[in-house]
């Protein structure tokens, strides 16, 4: 009787066993007691993205090449804007093109027909000193 309870303390009790990583990223030697600081640190281990975009598949060992691209990313404005003051968000990569014909800091001409170009944010000061 002994020897079977020994049997299963070894088998699926015994934080010294030798286990695979969950993940299976091959780590040798991961004993149960240190599972749990590996799964955070495993290459293999699935992870979101923290710009919150759904693609499938991210491992941690990809993450940061993934933000680096990924079309939720917070950018600049081309034109020198704050979204966030003047709108609340950020801008999100895949808003650049939906952004630039409403931008603060876009250039527009004069309507009065003047030669000017200037920041649409300006341009109703432009139009009273006209």
Request: proline share 7%; aromatic share 4%.
């Amino acid at each position: 009787m002994v020897a079977k309870h020994l049997n299963q303390h070894m088998q699926q009790q015994c934080p010294e066993r030798i286990i695979p990583c969950p993940f299976d990223c091959g780590m040798d030697g991961l004993r149960a007691k240190n599972c749990q600081r590996h799964s955070f640190e495993c290459p293999l281990k699935p992870v979101d993205c923290s710009f919150g975009c759904s693609t499938p598949g991210l491992l941690r060992s990809t993450l940061a090449a993934h933000e680096q691209t990924c079309e939720l990313r917070h950018i600049s404005c081309p034109n020198g804007c704050d979204p966030v003051t003047e709108t609340g968000v950020a801008l999100a990569a895949n808003r650049v093109e939906q952004h630039l014909p409403v931008c603060s800091m876009r250039i527009v001409a004069c309507t009065f027909g003047c030669t000017a170009q200037i920041r649409a944010k300006h341009l109703a000061h432009h139009l009273e000193s006209e």
